[in-house]
């Protein structure tokens, strides 16, 4: 038997709420109501992904699907919470409005900040505040471990840096990567890893120096690759793909 639902023309977040709420119900769907916060934790990472590709593609129309996706994701999880008795949906759009209104003073407290750097101090410092950071080490360590490797990198990095931390510069990079390479047989696995990542975290920095994001810079670097072995392919000969990087 159908659940009665009204049919419009358009819809509205109100509706994105009811509908949720009747999958969710006992009449609902069985897949939306067997799921939880972690059964579908990779749906919300693979529809943000999805938002950068539109984004990458520059596609109006697969950004406003890609985005509703995203929201979708946001609604099942405050659905979730709702339903537990800890929050609502509203409680969350409540706390976004507060945070921005809290963290832009310069417009509505009557601060000042005339350029964008002044806008992202006042945020960070702000943010730091509510949180109750008050070391550098404490705003590094609440850096989302989820992140992708060289992003989460990236993010410790700039945050060391307005903390006055210095960072390895091309210099070092080389010096590290002729490290890397001497005796190889003879380092352990473990040496290896650790040789590995610091040499990696050493090349965000350099990115970083150059005023490039390392995590565009390998999916491009990776795309070059594709494109050199379908030329190899084609050709019909092998080819040293990565010493054409």
Not at 126 to 152: D, F, H, R, W
Not at 228 to 244: I, K, N, P, V
């Amino acid at each position: 038997m159908a659940i009665q639902f009204e049919q419009k023309q358009r819809y509205g977040v109100d509706d994105l709420l009811h509908i949720m709420e009747i999958l969710r119900s006992r009449e609902g769907c069985p897949w939306d109501r067997e799921q939880t916060h972690e059964s579908i934790r990779r749906d919300f990472v693979e529809e943000t992904y999805e938002v950068l590709e539109a984004i990458d593609r520059q596609d109006p129309a697969l950004l406003r699907e890609e985005l509703g996706d995203v929201l979708l994701q946001v609604v099942f999880h405050a659905r979730m919470e709702e339903e537990a008795g800890r929050f609502a949906f509203a409680d969350v759009v409540d706390e976004v409005c507060r945070k921005l209104i809290v963290r832009h003073p310069h417009i509505f407290a009557g601060g000042k900040a005339d350029t964008s750097e002044e806008v992202l101090r006042n945020w960070d410092r702000i943010k730091q505040k509510n949180k109750g950071q008050t070391t550098v080490t404490e705003t590094l360590e609440s850096v989302a471990k989820s992140l992708p490797a060289l992003m989460y990198a990236e993010k410790v990095q700039k945050r060391a840096e307005k903390g006055g931390c210095a960072l390895p510069d091309a210099e070092t990079i080389a010096a590290q990567l002729a490290q890397l390479a001497q005796e190889p047989e003879e380092r352990t696995g473990e040496e290896r890893e650790k040789a590995l990542g610091d040499l990696l975290f050493a090349a965000v920095a350099l990115c970083r120096s150059w005023g490039l994001d390392p995590e565009q810079s390998l999916v491009q670097s990776t795309g070059r690759f594709i494109a050199r072995h379908g030329e190899a392919e084609q050709d019909g000969r092998e080819r040293a793909l990565f010493s054409l990087l």
